[in-house]
């Protein structure tokens, strides 16, 4: 049975979220109505300005809202032209961290895989120039020539579609590593023998201080490695 490496995309291995970037395209082409931009912007700008501590949860649920009621406006081939724009513009926009992680992995034999929230037409071109195994995001179904409204969002549920590609590929848990920034990847790290908390947000900073996870930082050029020791946080290593 082979060992695998489960890591999130947005905001773990790019340093943006492809979902995000791919609909602020739209909404710019007055796709997403003629609104949207600008609604998108006033929200992202409160939670740049850090109005509350939930301004990115709101500001991301308004572009979500924002994008699938305009679902039957969208030409899917029009979306395929933008997504590969998108993944162009942002697959090499890496965290260094976790980039040299997943290549020192793959190096070592593990299969990568990927569980995104992101379109799974944005995770592929992700997924195949990291030279990933397996991969999923969520996926808005199509039906002659349009989207049909149908969809199913991996990232609602990654400890279900972990289970799903442990099985399918006969994978075994002793060496798994996991690697997300949010509290949709908790479920996943709780799973595995080597979790990590990169860059989290603040419920998985609360999860991996109970259950003493590794915590990874990058910031500009400098990686700090904070691991657990005797009831605190030590700064454990630096590097780039």
């Known amino acids: 049975m082979k060992k695998f490496a489960v890591?999130?995309?947005?905001?773990?291995?790019?340093?943006?979220?492809?979902?995000?970037?791919?609909?602020?395209?739209?909404?710019?082409?007055?796709?997403?109505?003629?609104?949207?931009?600008?609604?998108?912007?006033?929200?992202?700008?409160?939670?740049?300005?850090?109005?509350?501590?939930?301004?990115?949860?709101?500001?991301?649920?308004?572009?979500?809202?924002?994008?699938?009621?305009?679902?039957?406006?969208?030409?899917?081939?029009?979306?395929?032209?933008?997504?590969?724009?998108?993944?162009?513009?942002?697959?090499?926009?890496?965290?260094?961290?976790?980039?040299?992680?997943?290549?020192?992995?793959?190096?070592?034999?593990?299969?990568?895989?990927?569980?995104?929230?992101?379109?799974?037409?944005?995770?592929?071109?992700?997924?195949?120039?990291?030279?990933?195994?397996?991969?999923?995001?969520?996926?808005?179904?199509r039906s002659n020539g349009t989207f049909s409204g149908n969809k199913h969002i991996p990232s609602l549920n990654k400890q279900a579609e972990l289970e799903s590609f442990i099985s399918k590929h006969q994978l075994t848990l002793h060496g798994s590593y996991a690697i997300g920034d949010s509290k949709n990847d908790i479920t996943v790290l709780n799973m595995v023998e080597k979790p990590i908390a990169f860059n989290p947000d603040k419920e998985l900073f609360k999860q991996a201080q109970k259950n003493h996870w590794p915590i990874v930082i990058e910031r500009k050029n400098v990686i700090y490695e904070l691991h657990y020791k005797d009831g605190h946080y030590i700064l454990a290593q630096t590097g780039r």
């Open 7 to 141: 890591f999130d995309i947005d905001g773990t291995l790019i340093r943006w979220q492809l979902y995000h970037a791919v609909v602020d395209k739209l909404a710019k082409r007055n796709i997403l109505g003629v609104n949207a931009h600008q609604q998108l912007h006033d929200a992202r700008m409160a939670w740049k300005r850090r109005e509350s501590s939930e301004s990115f949860q709101e500001y991301e649920k308004q572009l979500i809202q924002i994008y699938e009621s305009s679902l039957p406006n969208i030409e899917p081939a029009l979306f395929d032209e933008l997504a590969e724009e998108v993944a162009k513009e942002y697959t090499d926009q890496t965290y260094v961290y976790t980039r040299d992680l997943a290549q020192q992995l793959k190096q070592k034999g593990y299969m990568l895989l990927a569980i995104s929230g992101s379109h799974k037409e944005l995770i592929a071109h992700v997924a195949k120039r990291y030279r990933f195994d397996d991969w999923i995001g969520t996926t808005y179904e």
